[in-house]
């Protein structure tokens, strides 16, 4: 009878899974660019292609470009499919974030930074709250990031902040307001970003952008948004609502199979994290005790 409530155990575990990967990729496959999405800079540098489902940013000396969404979000899951540069990339940025710059300065991000060919493309990861951050953990990438789509996403809701890749959680950022830690709790906006990062993104800002190499080119897919709308000056109360997916109590955590999943992927591939840098921070962040 053990045996038996065990195998039913993990059976639930693995279909609760499944339903939470069909909700998130199924659900954001048919948008095309103009429904959700709108040119914020660089528009002589931006391409739509596949009738709007898929854009091309652009970069050379003369500049980068960005979109950002029509509005603006409480709660949600955002992804996006993005294929990064495949020539040297050294010094080159790019971003897929939720933001706001407005009354308070919250984020949540990933920043692709390039690199030399032969070298791998470091993914950083950071959460902004009431206008601090500091709060960088930085990974490698099990795949090359340049020579197909991957899903990159984040799933925001009252409880948790969780980034994933593809289908894989690579970092979690929990609500502890209780305890005087920040959490995103304004409405935000979701951002992408192509741009010359020289001054800081590869080696420490040893490593410029080779423009002999330029343009060089992103691809985004997947346009989309599964999100709670909220706009800054009148936000939306109902965003923490149960009547969303994501909301859900069983959103609340990462089941255990994720949890095994974030293990691993933080063990083999993190290259950083603030949470360790004594130098940086002798006494630790109070979100870092978790950990």
């Known amino acids: 009878m053990g045996l038996h409530l065990r195998m039913v155990t993990k059976m639930m575990v693995i279909l609760s899974e499944v339903i939470f990967l069909l909700r998130v990729s199924d659900a954001t496959q048919n948008a095309s660019f103009d429904e959700n999405y709108k040119i914020i800079w660089g528009n002589q540098h931006v391409q739509l292609l596949n009738q709007g489902r898929e854009v091309q940013l652009s970069l050379d000396k003369s500049s980068g470009a960005g979109f950002g969404s029509k509005l603006y979000f409480g709660s949600g899951c955002f992804q996006m499919k993005i294929k990064l540069p ?3 990339s050294g010094g080159i940025v790019t971003a897929f974030y939720l933001f706001l710059n407005k009354s ?14 032969g070298k791998p493309v470091i993914l950083q990861t950071n959460v902004f709250t009431n206008g601090l951050g500091g709060r960088e953990q930085k990974f490698s990438l099990w795949f090359d990031p340049g020579a197909d ?22 970092r979690v950022y929990k609500n502890n307001i209780i305890r005087g830690v920040g959490y995103p709790n304004h409405t935000l906006q979701v951002i992408t970003s192509f741009w010359d990062g020289s001054s800081w993104a590869t080696d420490g800002g040893k490593t410029k952008v080779n423009y002999s190499n330029a343009p060089f080119h992103v691809n985004f897919q997947d346009f989309n948004i599964d999100g709670c709308i909220s706009m800054p000056n009148s936000p939306n109360k109902d965003c923490a609502s149960q009547k969303y997916w994501w909301n859900n109590k069983k959103y609340w955590q990462l089941n255990p199979q994720q949890l095994k999943s974030l293990e691993d992927v933080r063990k083999k591939y993190m290259k950083y994290d603030y949470c360790t840098d004594k130098s940086r921070y002798p006494t630790p962040r109070p979100e870092c005790s978790e950990k």
């Open 86 to 88: 495949t020539k040297d």
């Open 149 to 170: 789509f991957h899903y990159y996403k984040l799933l925001w809701n009252d409880h948790q902040v969780v980034f994933f890749v593809d289908d894989t959680p690579i």
């Open 104 to 117: 308070v300065h919250e984020e949540m991000d990933f920043e692709f930074l390039g690199n030399r060919p």
